[in-house]
């Protein structure tokens, strides 16, 4: 009885490390994949040129070609479906709740200016509250993105200088944990990709 | 007698349930590394291109021989087969602007022990990409 008792309170014990670790790994590789996901799709989609003004030497992106590209490569790298405005994940995904998602473009006229970009997560949907202009800057502008959680707590995410009209993708993952002892996992990943020539 | 069998159950229990947390760790950690090497290859070939598919795997391979020590990953490097090709190309030979590739790394399934079976017997990676150079990199 005494070893039953005593096996059963160790296998336990170890049960709860191995979690432990496991949710660590899994979190982890989250972050990565989705933060590669974003970047290898927006890069694709930042090819979406509109040619008529490349030939009068104005280099700018045709939004709903970008979006199909975008979405194109989510599906084909990571096994996502673009659904509205979220992604949903396929069973051999590596996050398993939908990730919502907003996408922004800053043309050729406005990538010389720094601007902010206010985001809220509302539990469910990531939605863009607003955009505010900042000063003019030739070199490029400084772009400020941050995100508000379900909890109200504002993130910001690092800055980054544009070099050029620049696609901006932002999305929200949040997991529920696999048991409900285990935190959940919820952070903004951010792409932002100057349109190609 | 009787106690003496359940005495040695219960620690071949008590052994597998680790064994087997060691072993999904392992593979989570195998497979993390394969998604940041391949990662890293993929982002090399869409900024570079290549004159050819030699030196495009050629390319790959070294990247991901500098990424995995750089990393100090685990996984070795004779382990890894990469397989690189196009899927869209605008010239039959070079790697240029706006081409398309399918990169895929495989491994051999890790394993922690041999003791549990294990659903398949490679692991593998893939990644659609596309180049961006201009004329003057080349």
Do not use: C
Not at chain 2, 32 to 44: C, R
Not at chain 2, 62 to 70: A, T, W
């Amino acid at each position: 009885m005494g070893i039953n008792l005593l096996s059963i309170s160790t296998l336990l014990f170890f049960l709860l490390i191995g979690l432990f670790v496991v949710d660590t790994d899994l979190a982890m590789q989250k972050k990565q994949e989705v933060k590669t996901l974003l970047e290898l799709a927006n890069h694709h989609a930042s090819f979406a040129v509109d040619p008529v003004l490349k030939t009068e030497g104005v280099i700018d992106l045709i939004e709903e070609e970008a979006l199909i590209r975008f979405a194109e490569r989510v599906r084909e790298n990571g096994g996502y479906l673009m659904e509205a405005a979220s992604f949903i994940p396929a069973t051999n995904s590596v996050t398993t709740d939908p990730i919502p998602f907003v996408r922004h473009y800053i043309d050729f006229r406005s990538w010389r200016q720094d601007w902010e970009l206010h985001l809220r997560y509302n539990g469910s949907a990531l939605v863009l509250e607003r955009i505010t202009p900042g000063a003019r800057n030739q070199d490029g502008g400084r772009l400020r993105i941050l995100v508000t959680t379900k909890q109200g707590e504002v993130l910001q995410l690092a800055p980054k200088t544009m070099v050029g009209p620049s696609h901006i993708v932002v999305a929200y993952v949040d997991e529920r944990p696999f048991l409900s002892m285990l935190p959940g996992h919820a952070f903004p990943v951010v792409s932002v990709e100057e349109v190609k020539r | 007698m009787g106690q003496l069998i359940a005495v040695i159950l219960n620690v071949m229990v008590l052994l597998l349930v680790p064994l087997g947390l060691l072993q999904v760790h392992t593979v989570i950690q195998a497979h993390n590394e394969l998604l940041e090497i391949s990662a890293a290859a993929a982002k090399y070939v869409s900024n570079h291109g290549g004159v050819n598919d030699a030196v495009v795997q050629q390319q790959v391979k070294s990247v991901i021989s500098r990424e995995l020590r750089e990393k100090q990953f685990s996984l070795p490097e004779q382990d890894v087969a990469v397989s690189i090709f196009r899927t869209q190309s605008a010239d039959p030979v070079m790697w240029s602007h706006e081409d398309e590739f399918l990169l895929r790394l495989e491994i051999p399934y890790p394993r922690f022990t041999t003791l549990l079976p294990t659903s398949s017997r490679t692991l593998a990676v893939s990644r659609q990409g596309t180049i961006n150079v201009m004329d003057y990199d080349l």
